[in-house]
């Protein structure tokens, strides 16, 4: 959920390869001329989170603690443009022939090194026919990461503090709407209450009747209206 210009800043020391977490204290600035390194969007920007270890299995982290974790070919950084460019263009374009069953650019002279595309319109059609339709850019994936933390119910303060926001109120305000599995789950809370509150009272006000034994019927004193 890091923003691309810190995602982009990332070096192979700030990766934990034992526990996922990953320490976020830069972002690459660019100020019209040149790219600099500088500090993250806002101060709870400086902040350490958890990936999945699947995910730290995948990197490259057999190399000086000072390199890129994320570089071009050239050992340069991977900026916005870069990223725009050469990754999430040729994503989308592939996003629009596999809705199209247009497997050109799923074969070896494309370049292309994933799964078969029968396979992934197996898997995923729905999504891709989904996604084809949205307007969709990098900052999708960071709006993903935080939409689906909220919709599976992760605390509002957690996902704020993953996401660099400056306060809780920036992350209800712009992903609310998302969490709703926590307003479920307060309702749950009321709801197993009530039954509990109510049985309590009622044993108080309508006490369970007592049942004699055969013997004991003759002792029961009468009481007339």
Same mark, same amino acid.
């Given at each position: 959920?890091?923003?691309?210009?810190e995602v982009g800043a990332l070096l192979v020391r700030?990766?934990?390869?034992?526990? %996922? =977490? /990953?320490?976020?204290?830069?972002?690459?600035?660019?100020?019209?001329?040149? !790219? @600099?390194?500088?500090?993250?969007?806002? #101060?709870?920007?400086?902040?350490?989170?958890?990936?999945?270890?699947?995910?730290?299995?995948?990197?490259?982290?057999?190399?000086?603690?000072?390199?890129?974790?994320?570089?071009?070919?050239?050992?340069?950084?991977?900026?916005?443009?870069?990223?725009?460019?050469?990754?999430?263009?040729?994503?989308?374009?592939?996003?629009?022939?596999?809705?199209?069953?247009?497997?050109?650019?799923?074969?070896?002279?494309?370049?292309?090194?994933?799964?078969?595309?029968?396979?992934?319109?197996?898997?995923?059609? %729905? =999504? /891709?026919?989904?996604?084809?339709?949205?307007?969709?850019?990098?900052?999708? !994936? @960071?709006?993903?990461?935080?939409?689906? #933390?909220?919709?599976?119910?992760?605390?509002?303060?957690?996902?704020?503090?993953?996401?660099?926001?400056?306060?809780?109120?920036?992350?209800?305000?712009r992903y609310g709407h998302n969490d709703r599995v926590?307003?479920?789950?307060?309702?749950?809370?009321?709801?197993?209450?009530?039954?509990?509150?109510?049985?309590?009272?009622?044993?108080?006000?309508?006490?369970?009747?007592?049942?004699?034994?055969?013997?004991?019927?003759?002792?029961?004193?009468?009481?007339?209206?």
């Amino acid at each position: 959920m890091a923003r691309p210009s810190e995602v982009g800043a990332l070096l192979v020391r700030d990766i934990d390869p034992e526990t %996922g =977490a /990953v320490r976020i204290n830069k972002a690459w600035k660019d100020d019209g001329t040149r !790219l @600099r390194l500088g500090k993250p969007k806002s #101060k709870r920007g400086i902040r350490t989170v958890n990936v999945p270890l699947e995910t730290v299995a995948r990197l490259d982290l057999a190399r000086p603690g000072d390199a890129l974790l994320f570089h071009t070919r050239n050992d340069t950084p991977v900026t916005a443009y870069h990223f725009y460019k050469n990754a999430w263009q040729p994503a989308l374009r592939r996003l629009g022939a596999l809705s199209r069953r247009d497997f050109t650019l799923f074969t070896k002279k494309a370049l292309w090194r994933g799964e078969d595309p029968e396979l992934l319109l197996a898997y995923y059609g %729905g =999504a /891709v026919n989904t996604l084809v339709g949205k307007r969709l850019s990098p900052y999708t !994936l @960071r709006h993903t990461g935080i939409s689906w #933390k909220l919709q599976d119910g992760v605390p509002l303060f957690v996902v704020s503090r993953d996401a660099g926001h400056e306060s809780v109120t920036t992350t209800d305000r712009r992903y609310g709407h998302n969490d709703r599995v926590a307003s479920a789950s307060a309702a749950q809370v009321i709801a197993s209450r009530l039954p509990r509150e109510h049985a309590h009272r009622r044993r108080l006000r309508f006490p369970s009747p007592r049942t004699y034994a055969p013997s004991e019927i003759h002792s029961i004193p009468f009481r007339s209206p």
